[in-house]
């Protein structure tokens, strides 16, 4: 199997696309006879001897007029690749085992159609795509991602059995793509907040704030700030009960990775920053993250999401 994969690798090696458009021209497009265009040779073939043994005319033109027919098919076959210009697009983030999405553009210059086109990032995942004349179409590659980190676009297989199915068309494309994978959040309640004047001075205890009222507890949310003499009064119709304050001091969060169990597997622990992260985005907390080596301050949105999202992702101990 080594020698067959160096063998491989050796072949395909000048198409590594980078990032430029790609135009499929001859040297690129590679076309074999499937199974059924196998099989119409043979009666091709049984066809022919038995019209030479017969001598009969109308079986020697009969076989030509196939024959000719499954020529002209192949060249079809061949022609619905030919000159097809396919340019990299992107891939948003995603997390870890969930399916990216990589973008191509298929772009076809020419006054006829190319129809039945099929595109395999993975052998399970085939997409099907048809583009008229002169006119581009965007075909999204699904790609499985197991881990977070950079998820790098494999070799994409572009083949089509157009029109008759007695020959497959086929060209490797392997554009310079890659997507940035997210640890899996994990759902865990946040650690302790720390009240922080919104002024940027302290002003005293936080018992200055202004009360503003309750609101539904959230899966997030610790269970020491839950109210519990509130929501003693009718637990049995409705969730727990959080308070909100106003005016003195906002809530800032420091997530950190001492902040979980360090007996748990590194990727566990970033897994439950993540779920930290998109709970703290969800209760429009300012919240700021720490790892070693890496320290963003506190914030709120969706760029301070992105930052703590993308250090977590990239994170090498």
Sequence with gaps: MGLVATLKQQLFRWQSDGTAPVRLGQRRVFILPTRAGLLFALTLI?????????????????????????????IHTFRNLHGLVITPGRCEPVFAGEIAHFQLTLSNDRRTPRLALELAGEPAAIVDASIEAGD??????????RQRGWLELP???????????????????QPSMRCLVYPQPITSPLPSPSPTPAGGEHRGEAGQEDFAGFRNRQPADSLRHVAWKASARDMGNRPLLIKQFAGGAQVELQLDLQLTDPTLPLEIRLSQLA?????????????????PGVAIPAANGTDQSRRCLEALALFQP
């Design 275 to 291: 779920g930290w992260v998109l709970a703290a985005e969800a209760e429009n907390c300012s919240y700021g993250l720490r790892l």
């Design 155 to 173: 070799r994409i297989r572009l083949s089509t059995r157009y029109p008759l199915g007695l020959f497959v068309a086929w060209s490797y494309l």
């Design 136 to 145: 581009s179409s965007k075909i999204a590659i699904p790609i499985h991602s």
């Design 46 to 74: 049984v066809m022919l001897l038995g019209a030479i043994n017969y001598t009969l005319a109308l079986g020697h033109a009969l076989v030509f007029l196939l024959a000719g027919l499954g020529i002209t098919g192949m």
